[in-house]
């Protein structure tokens, strides 16, 4: 007889984890010796027992969700050309997240993040530093503009970004500190106007074309390292002069200088007077241009890479704040760029210090 009722009780026992395991019964709520835990939830059998992670700490319940791989607050947009298809891209925008360190999401649904919109992070107060992944290949325009708190931009990797685009970080007062990607190539109207912090810029020599007052209003710069003087506009005829690079408004934190272009007009800029050495970087650029340095006067310092072997008419007339050249190559080479100098780069090149084979 006890016998029978064994066999009876493990019978409804398998049958009851047979319809369990095609139901899904709930964890630790499998119905015990006939208990009906629909109908008696508060039965001790049908209470779920947490789980005890120390002990199983592979449990679905104790693993804790991974970090977020990018930061909150983005939209994200499907790409497409101009037909309609779909680019197997995407792009970020309209950040509305709270964090103050951001991160730019590099995939989205498995697909790459390319691009950042216009005006992404325009007139935000809150963020302070922002990371920038290697998959982006395009900036929109004024993408920090206002930035006030930005303190520090990365860029990760070896960079795809061509061009940085008009007011990308106008007036960005807090940046202190960028490190330009080596891919580009061109650097639009206004991009670094009012960085105010920045004491120190270099622009790598993949850059062929600065806009204007690229670097206008920038009252802590001190030393610039860029590939060329002037714009590389052939746009415009002030293609050749610094001040094109920086303003043409004046400031309490800037001197003028009256420079020659090359119509042969003389133009009024404004450049910081904090800023005392120029470096021109060795690149493909073989000369300085037309009164490209004329009117100078709070610049002290201009290193000069060998490659340069030309100076053009008035390059330096007028530039009476330079006292001292570091220049890379021997004397000898320094002679025979000077050997064809008008009278107004004589005047300037006669009474300055020059340093020759300069190794930073």
């Known amino acids: 007889m006890k016998l029978m009722k064994l066999t009876k009780s ?27 835990c629909d109908e008696n939830p508060e039965h001790e059998e049908c209470i779920e027992k947490p789980v005890d992670c120390e002990k199983n700490p592979e449990h679905e319940e104790c693993i804790e969700e991974e970090e977020y791989p990018f930061s909150l607050g983005f939209t994200l947009y499907e790409l497409k050309d101009s037909q309609g298809k779909p680019l197997n891209a995407y792009s970020v925008g309209d950040y509305t997240g709270e964090d103050t360190v951001v991160k730019i999401p590099s995939v ?11 005006n992404t992070f325009a007139d935000d107060t809150k963020i302070t530093k922002v990371i920038i992944p290697d998959s982006i290949e395009i900036l929109g325009k004024s993408i920090f503009s206002n930035c006030k708190s930005l303190k520090e931009v990365v860029f990760e990797g070896l960079g795809k970004i061509q061009v940085i685009p008009d007011n990308t970080f106008y007036k960005c007062l807090s940046l202190e500190k960028i490190s330009i990607p080596t891919s580009v190539k061109q650097i639009g109207d206004l991009a ?15 850059v062929v074309s600065i806009g204007r007052s690229a670097f206008g209003a920038m009252s802590s710069l001190s ?78 310092t201009i290193i000069i890479p060998s490659n340069i072997t030309k100076f053009g008419d008035d390059a330096f007339t007028g530039a009476t704040g330079i006292n001292r050249i570091l220049y890379s ?32």
């Open 108 to 118: 989205f649904k498995d697909k790459p993040v390319i691009k950042i919109k216009d």
């Open 329 to 360: 190559g021997s004397e000898n080479d320094w002679q025979l760029i000077i050997g064809h100098y008008d009278t107004g780069n004589k005047e300037v090149l006669d009474r300055v210090e020059v340093i020759y084979n300069y190794q930073k």
């Open 223 to 300: 030393t610039l390292s860029v590939p060329f003087i002037g714009g590389g506009r052939a746009d415009s005829t002030e293609v050749d002069v610094l001040g094109f690079v920086f303003d043409n408004i004046y400031t309490e934190f800037t001197s003028p200088i009256s420079q020659k272009v090359s119509d042969k007009s003389t133009k009024t800029y404004f450049i910081p007077n904090t800023l005392k050495t120029i470096e021109i970087l060795p690149g493909k650029t073989t000369s300085i241009g037309y009164g490209a340095l004329s009117g100078v006067t709070s610049v002290e």
């Open 10 to 36: 493990i019978a409804i026992f398998l049958v009851i984890l047979g319809v369990c395991l095609l139901t899904g019964c709930h964890q630790n709520q499998i119905p015990v010796d006939g208990v009906d």
């Open 192 to 206: 670094f106007y009012g960085c105010s912090s920045i004491s120190e810029l270099r622009v790598p020599i993949s």
